[in-house]
């Protein structure tokens, strides 16, 4: 009797260690799935939207300096006051839910990168669906990225909400962009 019950709590800690090691992968393909499914509320449940904004604006401006983290106040107190005025002003206008829509987000799952605010539809048979590889994996945040045809990589960030919960809170799109085919190539089959 002792020797089952120590093989099932053994049991239930390799099911909840392999759960919560699966979790961010589970909720990128969740992203993937409900994009693909035009699912709203299913991608507001995985995605934080206001942070996926905020993550994005800088990097559509192109404005590096934006994307650059602040220096630490004691070693550049004055270097510090300066980017959070920076950080205060307005920014110039982008359009950033061009890439918060079902269709663009299901292009960015599938590495198509900067591409991907160009998509107004989810295609009817689906493109070739690449597997997100780890980048990163610490306790409280997963970066997974995903590669196109090109080579660049959209890294995609998600952080832990609760125990098995984790949402998009950063997408990282490639530094450069893919050749020209590959945005205009038709859907394989």
């Known amino acids: 009797m002792k020797k089952l019950f120590g093989n099932l709590v053994l049991l239930a800690v390799i099911v909840a260690v392999v759960s919560f090691l699966a979790a961010p992968a589970v909720a990128f393909f969740g992203i993937r799935s409900a994009a693909d499914a035009n699912d709203v509320a299913g991608l507001s449940r995985l995605i934080d939207f206001a942070a996926v904004r905020k993550s994005l604006r800088p990097q559509l401006s192109g404005d590096a300096a934006a994307m650059a983290p602040a220096p630490a106040f004691l070693d550049d107190p004055i270097g510090a006051v300066r980017h959070q005025i920076e950080q205060a002003r307005p920014a110039a206008a982008v359009d950033v839910d061009a890439w ?3 269709a663009a987000l299901a292009a960015l799952t599938r590495g198509e990168g900067r ?6 539809r989810i295609p009817a048979v689906a493109p070739t669906n690449p597997m997100p590889g780890p980048v990163f994996w610490g306790m409280n945040r997963v970066r997974l990225a995903v590669a196109d045809e090109g080579g660049p990589r959209t890294v995609f960030t998600f952080e832990r909400k609760g125990p098995f919960e984790w ?8 530094e450069r962009v893919a050749p020209a085919a590959t945005a205009t190539a038709p859907a394989r089959r």
């Open 100 to 102: 918060l829509t079902p």
């Open 115 to 120: 591409y991907a605010a160009q998509r107004t």
């Open 167 to 174: 949402k998009l809170v950063h997408i990282g799109l490639p």
